[in-house]
C-alpha cells in the first residue's frame, strides 16, 4: 500500500486520466507530469519504470481492472464504475483536493453542486487539522461565469444517462426558431464550455453526433436500450473541440504593444506563436480557429487588433466594424 504523497497524487492524476478515457501510457503519462510539473509545481514527474510500477499497485492493492487497449496503445478501466479509495492526503495535497471541490461546487449545477458540498464536507468531518474550515472554503471566490441556468432535474436526468450509458427521450428547443424537437439520444459527452453545458452524443440510430445546449432541453425521460460510448468520439472532441465548426488556419494578426503583456500570459495555453517586433508590437499566428471565435476576439480588442491573413477574415472584420461605427453614429 503507497504512503509516499507524491506516489498517492500521480495515482489520482493516473486514475483521472483512466476515467475519462485518455488511454495513458508511460510515455504519455512521464510528459502529462512534466508539464504539471512546469505549470502546476506540483514535483511529481516520474519515469517509465515508476509509470508500470504505480499500474501494478493499482492492480494489487485497490484492484483496479486497468488493462491495455493496443487499438489506442494505452490503459483503460474495463468497468467504469471502479472507484479508487485514495489513502488520505496530507494536509498540502487534502488543500488540493478541498480547493478542487470548491471551484467544483460553483462550476457544477444542482444537484451535483450540493453533492460535492457534502463530500467536501465530508472530507473536512475527517481532517484532523483546524486549517481547513467552511469559513476558509468560503472566502475562495470562483468566477466560474456560469451564463445560464439549468433545471436541477434535468441536469440529474442526464448526468445518470452518461454515466450510466441508457439512452433517454427528451425534447430540444432549437435557439433560432424556438421549435420544439424529440430525440431518442445517447448522452456520450457532458462538457462545460464558456458558461454553458453541453451533451454532446448521437439521436437513436443516426450516425452523425449532435452537440445539445443542456439549458435548452425541457424534458428528459429514461428511454429504452444502453449504448457504449464512442472512443472515437470522444478522441475526436478531445482533438478538434466540442463543435463541429470549420477552423480558419494561418490566422496572422499585429496586435499593439498596449496587450502584449496579456498575450504572452496567455501563449503557452492558447498555443500562439509570437514574433516581437521593433515598435513594440507583436506579430501573432493563431492555432486553427473557428471564424466566429477569431471576429469576437479581433473586434473586442477595439483596434488594438489588424488581421494581416487570410484577406477574407479581414474583409469581414473590415465589414462588422463599418456596421457596428454606422448603427451607433
Known amino acids: 500500500m503507497p504512503v509516499n504523497k507524491k506516489q498517492i497524487l500521480r495515482m489520482i492524476k493516473l486514475v483521472a486520466l483512466l476515467k475519462r478515457n485518455a488511454y495513458p501510457n508511460a510515455t504519455s503519462f512521464v510528459k502529462i507530469l512534466q508539464e504539471a510539473d512546469l505549470m502546476e509545481n506540483l514535483n511529481i514527474a516520474c519515469t517509465e519504470r515508476t509509470f508500470m510500477r504505480d499500474i501494478a499497485i493499482l492492480r494489487q492493492d485497490f484492484k483496479a481492472p486497468i488493462e491495455f487497449d493496443h487499438e489506442h496503445n494505452g490503459y483503460c478501466l474495463t468497468r467504469p464504475d471502479w472507484e479508487f479509495q485514495a489513502p488520505m492526503l496530507a494536509d498540502d495535497a487534502l488543500l488540493t483536493a ?79 426558431t424556438g421549435e420544439s424537437k424529440e430525440y431518442d439520444f445517447e448522452p456520450h459527452i457532458l462538457a462545460a464550455f464558456k458558461g454553458n453545458w453541453y451533451v454532446k452524443g448521437y ?93 469576437r476576439w479581433i473586434l473586442g480588442e477595439g483596434g488594438n487588433v489588424e488581421v494581416l491573413q487570410p484577406i477574407e477574415l479581414r474583409q469581414k472584420v473590415h465589414d462588422m466594424a463599418q456596421k457596428c461605427a454606422e448603427i451607433n453614429a
Open 98 to 176: 478541498m480547493l478542487g471541490g470548491r471551484v467544483a461546487e460553483d462550476v457544477l449545477p444542482s444537484p451535483l453542486k450540493e453533492k460535492v458540498t457534502l463530500a467536501v464536507d465530508n472530507h473536512l468531518a475527517v481532517s484532523d487539522t483546524s486549517f481547513f474550515d467552511r469559513t476558509f472554503l468560503e472566502s475562495l471566490l470562483v468566477a466560474s461565469g456560469n451564463k445560464t441556468t439549468i433545471a436541477p432535474e434535468i441536469f440529474e436526468a442526464l448526468f445518470q444517462a452518461w454515466r450510466n450509458r441508457f439512452v433517454v427521450h427528451l425534447t430540444y428547443k432549437k435557439g433560432a
Open 203 to 295: 439521436p437513436r440510430n443516426e450516425k452523425k453526433p449532435v452537440c445539445l445546449a443542456i439549458f435548452r432541453i425541457q424534458q428528459v425521460n429514461k428511454g429504452r436500450g444502453t449504448f457504449k460510448t464512442d472512443k472515437k468520439l470522444l478522441a475526436d472532441t478531445r482533438k478538434n473541440g466540442l463543435f463541429d465548426y470549420p477552423k480558419i488556419e494561418g490566422i496572422t494578426v499585429r496586435c499593439a504593444s498596449s496587450i502584449a503583456y496579456y498575450l504572452y500570459e496567455q501563449e503557452r495555453a492558447k498555443k500562439l506563436k509570437i514574433t516581437p517586433q521593433q515598435d513594440g508590437s507583436l506579430i501573432v499566428v493563431l492555432p486553427p480557429s473557428p471564424e466566429y471565435e477569431a471576429l
